[in-house]
């Protein structure tokens, strides 16, 4: 997918100024974190099982390699293929090559942040190959020509209406004279149209939550059922999934099953866990002939041990977004590629580059809500950190940003002329905002005050305050 | 250098980089199959397990009532169907054949084994095992199960015993090893399907809707076959 992460600040001040944005906003801040809450609540293991997620993760990276070949070699023994992909250009070409064997002609979909990251949708579309998302959101912002806005709830920037117009323009023998009023109308339409769909494709590609090394079997986890429908009818399955996915056994896939769906949706377990081991066996009732998983590095194994290590133990439930006051005021498309929120913020300059995603670390309050509801316990606000050290240290931060914090540096280092300084200028700024405490307005703060208030200082500085309560002690 | 060759060179050499962090091996962590953490919510003596897995079934939308024997199963689909207005076709799963359903007691229904269509509009469908930490079906595929009967009809029927409710999901690989042992260790079969009530979206302004691509409804039929079985359902791991 093409990023527009350079573009963030113009993406996030547009955002801001979105009624329809911040209305479907609110709605997720009022579901997702309660319902987490609730799960978390009525699982006294809760936080015993995260820490055992983190563990099992842990003990996977720790030994990438060996999972990664004994994983290999349970996909070919159970009849099955795993084509290598170093990137998206690999991963694309594996695809297309597969789907061009089987003389496909129509590929059905199921969610995948994998097919997101290498654009497949547009690859096969340009070999004359109809791509179909058949979850419900993936299908409707593949109408408008949208990327996911979440994790989980791709299409949750968008309203009933809007949803509506897209299938007034796409379904164009819909009776205009059918009302699309409510959800389920819409989800009737949908589901009619996908069934024709999931029918007559050739090929069914799925993501997987998980790979599992014992056994060589994928685990796919809807609530929908799509990902069902999309490996057992079509002739061939291709699952997409990143080297990060394996677990060991089918055990530790429980433990990581207990803490995904608890903090994604707030449910005990999603409604379809699938768990699949090759093609159809000689004497099945039914399912693909073909087994393929493509499995993309795409710049995975350069994070591996460096300070985002732990960035590869994610599980993409989505909590982190949820909790995010920045996502929670901007949504996911600001932040310009495919994932968002405190986990794409960490991501995304490790995937495609720091220049081009210079102002997403930077996306953050390091409140640290995000770590704090992380199931694999992923120190987010560090990492967030780390790259904004990297910035600063390779001079990508803005220069304005640099100049000011030299004369921090030089300013702290000189404890009088700090006190000078500061004191002066926080008196100057409380007299401004004296009358109500509060600024409506600042000069050169105008990206702040724009959207809200900036509390007025005490007239009188910390480090004054504090030497005259305590007379005697060193500042 | 091909890129399997690559990856892998890669993974290396970043993982020299820096200190472990776990000790286990990866030869003695696959031999162990070692649980993590279980909920205690799970660990019940069998009636108990089978009240746990139905409120479970419950709290996730589905429907769920225990019947004497599979005798009375063919009763209990007839008055369900009626209920919700529906069809007497049902499309059967051939494994249930095992359990001898006397659908004949209900001349009305009409039962057939063959490979499910589109059109059709309720499954009937066996399950492995129940696991009642959440209320949890698991089926297989096999030559006598196909898994298009689980997500095709708008309305899903699934006939559970309940010494197969098992308390955990670690439970549910244990019975599955050791059923589906061979000589060369046991073996997946294609698809390990777990079902926690029926269908769902949230994706249109977060209202939840039943029946997105899979069944609308999911009722499950548990044939309380504890008193034949002996003492504590014998599928807890030891
Ligand atoms: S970083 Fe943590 S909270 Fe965020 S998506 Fe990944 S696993 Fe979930």
Redesign the pocket.
Known sequence: MESTARSFKENAHHALGDARLTEALARLAHGFPARRRDAAARLPEFDQLRDAARDIKDHVLDNLDVYLDRFEKQVIASGGRVHWCRDAVEARDAILKICQAADARTVTKSKSMIGEEIAINDHLEAHAIVPVETDLGEYIIQLRHEPPSH?IAPAIHLSMDQVADAFRAHHTDLDPARPLVEPRALLDEARTRLRERFLKADVGLTGANMLIAETGSIVIVTNEGNADLTCSLPRVHIALASIEKIVPTLEDAATILRVLAR??TGQEISVYTTFVTGPRRADDADGPEEFHVVLLDNGRSALLGSEFHE?L?????????NHCPVYGAVGGHAYGWVYS???GA?LVPGLIGLPEAQHLPNASTLCGR?ES??????P?PKMLRHWRERQHATHESPAIARAALKVWSFLARHPALYRAVFGLGVSFLASLGRRKGRFRWLPFAGGWTSVRDLPAPEARSFLLQWRQRNPGTRT | MSSRTDILANIRRSLARKPRVTSQSPADRLAALRPGVQPSRGRLPADRRLALFMAEAVRADATAEAVASFADVPGRVAAYLARHNLGAALRVAPLTRRDNIPWSKQPLLTPDFGPPRPEDSVGVGAAFAGVAETGTLVIQSGPESPTRLNVLPPTHIVVLRASAIVGTYEDVWARLRTERASKDGPTMPRTVNWITGPSRTADIEQTLLLGAHGPQRLHILIVNDLKDTVADGGFERG
């Open positions: 994790l903090s994604a960035m133990r994610c599980i993409r439930c989505g909590a982190c977004l929120g405190p986990m960490v995000c509801v992380c199931p694999m316990r992923i987010l």
